[in-house]
């Protein structure tokens, strides 16, 4: 069974509020079959295999951003914002969708409701994005236009939109607040959602702190840059091949070293799950 949208109570009341004026809004779960695209999206393709990620993450979780729609007929509704997401559902086998209906004409109306939602204390990180977003996506505002409505820097309003970037299973520990703004903060500026994902789970699981994570995520920028090249890389001296065969016995892994011309270069050790990840860090601990 697929399951439904994932939206908290607080990212429920938010938008129920800003679409309180506008009759018929508020999320609603639409049938798919009485959607269709809007002749005016100006983007026509979509990246095959980004689609079938997002489905993916819809059958895992559900659905946590819902589509814009605007009524066009009986029981006919067109998108206004969201297409991927629709085509991602409708790989994900899903039969209905989680949409914000509106008329084309109540921007004034949206624009105020959100404005004024957005301002309030009780929200997550992910409401704030989302209301942010909507806000670009349905009233075409640029981020500087956006600035000005809310009173917020552009630098903020962007670190925001950058958490909708995140895998959708950090995004819903974000609204269930099992990491905090700052450890989404840190995570978002690894480019890998699969490392992404690791980190995330290794915060939940072991309660690691927005300093700690921030480490991590140093240490891996650090290991990018010490990285040797193809045309760098030497042979490294025999007593480092002794210490690797030692390493190798000790945690039970088979690590790489890798050095270039400078002496410069890093060591990988490569773990096959997360309690195997556990397990070397368990032993590099008690080695100290």
């Not at 066009?72 to 914000?100: T, W």
């Not at 045309?231 to 690797?244: A, D, F, G, R, T």
């Not at 088979?254 to 195997?276: A, Q, T, Y």
């Amino acid at each position: 069974m697929v399951k439904r949208n994932v939206l908290g109570r607080g990212l429920g009341a938010l938008m129920d509020d800003a679409d309180r004026m506008q009759p018929g809004a508020g999320i609603n779960e639409i049938e798919l079959s009485r959607i269709e695209a809007n002749p005016f999206q100006p983007r026509t393709k979509f990246d095959e295999e980004s689609l079938k990620e997002l489905a993916e993450s819809i059958k895992e979780i559900g659905l946590i951003q819902p589509i814009t729609l605007r009524k066009i007929a009986d029981n006919k509704y067109q998108i206004i914002a969201g297409e991927r997401r629709f085509r991602a559902a409708q790989l994900a086998g899903m039969g209905s969708i989680p949409a914000f209906i509106r008329k084309a004409k109540d921007e004034g109306m949206l624009e105020m409701a959100l404005v004024e939602n957005i301002q309030r204390e009780d929200l997550d990180a992910i409401e704030i994005a989302m209301s942010y977003q909507r806000l670009l996506e349905e009233l075409e505002f640029t981020q500087e236009d956006l600035s000005s409505r809310v009173g917020k820097k552009r630098s903020t309003i962007a670190n925001y939109l950058r958490l909708l970037k995140l895998p959708a299973v950090i995004q819903k520990g974000l609204i269930d607040k099992q990491i905090s703004m700052g450890h989404a903060r840190a995570i978002i500026n690894i480019e890998n959602p699969e490392k992404q994902t690791l980190i995330f789970n290794q915060i939940v699981k072991m309660g690691l702190s927005v300093r700690r994570v921030e480490e991590i995520v140093r240490n891996l920028d650090d290991e990018l840059s010490t990285e040797p090249s193809v045309s760098e890389k030497v042979k490294i001296p025999k007593e480092y091949q002794n210490l690797k065969i030692q390493l190798d016995k000790i945690l039970s892994s088979k690590i790489d070293i890798s050095m270039n011309s400078h002496g410069r270069g890093k060591i990988v050790i490569p773990f096959k799950s997360v309690s195997d990840l556990e397990r070397i860090v368990k032993i590099i601990e008690n080695q100290e």
